[in-house]
Structures are given as structure tokens and as C-alpha cells.
């Protein structure tokens, strides 16, 4: 059974013609090029205090009679 081997490298400068075929000689094939590159993104403003009594967008929306914490009794008992 044969399985797939690869290899990642980073690059500094383009690969020279002489670099390709030195890897397709030793059996490999390119499969994919990766680009990245950086960018300049703006930084969130940091959110406001809700003031008393005012509620947060996103809190979940329960009736004031609502209980949240209920009691279960125990599955199973030590």
C-alpha cells in the first residue's frame, strides 16, 4: 500500500528553475502554492458599560419568573 509523503517549506525568494527539478528528479510534485501576506486591521472599540438596570444585547431573553437554577435529583445515588 503506498501512502502520500509531504513536505512544507517556506521561501524567501522565488524558487529557482534549478530547485524545481532537483524535487521532481527526486519524485515529488508540486501540488499547491500558499501565499501570504500582512495587513493592517483596526482594532475593535472596546465596548461600553451598560449602565444600571440596562440589559445586554446578548443576553438570552427569559421571563422574569423564569428560574434558571432547578433542582434534579441525583441519577444515581453512592
Same mark, same amino acid.
Given at each position: 500500500? @503506498?501512502?502520500? !509523503?509531504?513536505?512544507r517549506?517556506?521561501?524567501?525568494?522565488?524558487?529557482?528553475? !534549478?530547485?524545481? %527539478?532537483?524535487?521532481? +528528479?527526486?519524485?515529488?510534485?508540486?501540488?499547491? &502554492?500558499?501565499?501570504?501576506?500582512? &495587513?493592517? &486591521?483596526?482594532i475593535?472599540? +472596546?465596548? @461600553? !458599560?451598560l449602565?444600571?438596570? !440596562?440589559?445586554?444585547?446578548?443576553? $438570552?431573553?427569559?421571563?422574569?419568573?423564569?428560574?434558571?437554577? %432547578?433542582?434534579t435529583? $441525583?441519577?444515581?445515588?453512592?
Open positions: 500500500m @503506498k501512502k502520500i !509523503e509531504w513536505i517549506e517556506a521561501l524567501s525568494v522565488w524558487p529557482s528553475t !534549478e530547485y524545481l %527539478k532537483h524535487g521532481k +528528479t527526486a519524485g515529488w510534485r508540486m501540488v499547491a &502554492v500558499e501565499w501570504e501576506r500582512e &495587513v493592517q &486591521v483596526e475593535a472599540p +472596546t465596548s @461600553k !458599560e449602565a444600571p438596570g !440596562e440589559e445586554s444585547p446578548m443576553a $438570552p431573553a427569559l421571563p422574569a419568573t423564569a428560574s434558571i437554577w %432547578k433542582r435529583p $441525583p441519577k444515581c445515588k453512592f
